[in-house]
């Protein structure tokens, strides 16, 4: 309702500027990882079930968490514009909310949200791009501001992507 169809999009430049770059770097360093770090002289065939879960979920888990922090600045965008949306909408209904209280009883003092949450210290998001957003992030909090959440998103990320390849790399010996 609010926004129409397109606030479905609103989110999009940023989860694909983060998303593609994610895909090919962990793809790359799946790849690098395979080839580098185990033994290739050994034939797939002659690979045990347990081993090649062993390599595909230590691949995996480097391959993610190398790909989760080359992207996380874009991410951080993403999480920014989602966070200042929903707080746009808590701030529209609760601004509502006290007009309508202070139009029909005279002792309510209140006119607007910012008396109810106060000023917002954090970085502006309404910047129009997402490396508008990124250059605003930079100017308020630093280069590092960028890089808000890493660790917890590379051990959120590791394990998934370790899971998910050693999964798909057993299930092909095994169903072969």
Same mark, same amino acid.
């Given at each position: ?6 606030? &479905? ?15 090919? +770097? ?7 990882? #395979?080839? %580098? &770090?185990?033994?290739?002289? /050994?034939? @797939? ?9 062993? #390599? ?8 993610? $968490? *190398?790909?989760?922090?080359?992207? =996380? ?5 993403? @999480?920014?514009? #989602? ?7 808590? %701030? %529209?209904? +609760?601004? @509502?909310? !006290? $007009?309508? /209280? ?12 910012? /008396? ?6 954090? =970085? ?5 791009? @997402?490396?508008?957003? $990124?250059?605003? +992030? !930079?100017?308020? /909090?630093? &280069? ?18 370790? *899971? $998910? +390849? ?6 092909? &010996?095994?169903?072969?």
């Amino acid at each position: 309702t609010e926004g129409g169809a397109r606030a &479905l999009y609103k989110g999009l430049a940023p989860t694909l500027w983060r998303d593609v770059p994610f895909s090919a +770097i962990y793809w790359y360093h799946l790849e690098y990882f #395979q080839r %580098t &770090l185990w033994d290739t002289t /050994e034939t @797939t065939t002659t690979t045990s079930v347990s081993t090649k879960a062993y #390599q595909s979920f230590v691949n995996g888990a480097l391959a993610g $968490m *190398i790909a989760a922090a080359c992207t =996380t600045p874009f991410d951080v965008v993403k @999480t920014r514009r #989602q966070a200042a949306q929903q707080q746009q909408l808590n %701030t %529209t209904a +609760i601004t @509502t909310s !006290v $007009m309508k /209280e202070s139009s029909s009883s005279s002792s309510c003092e209140h006119f607007g949200a910012k /008396e109810v949450f106060g000023s917002n210290k954090r =970085t502006s998001t309404n910047a129009a791009s @997402t490396f508008g957003t $990124m250059q605003s +992030i !930079v100017q308020n /909090e630093g &280069l590092s501001g960028l890089w808000r959440g890493n660790t917890t998103r590379m051990l959120k990320v590791a394990p998934a992507c370790a *899971i $998910m +390849i050693s999964c798909y790399e057993v299930g092909k &010996l095994v169903l072969k």
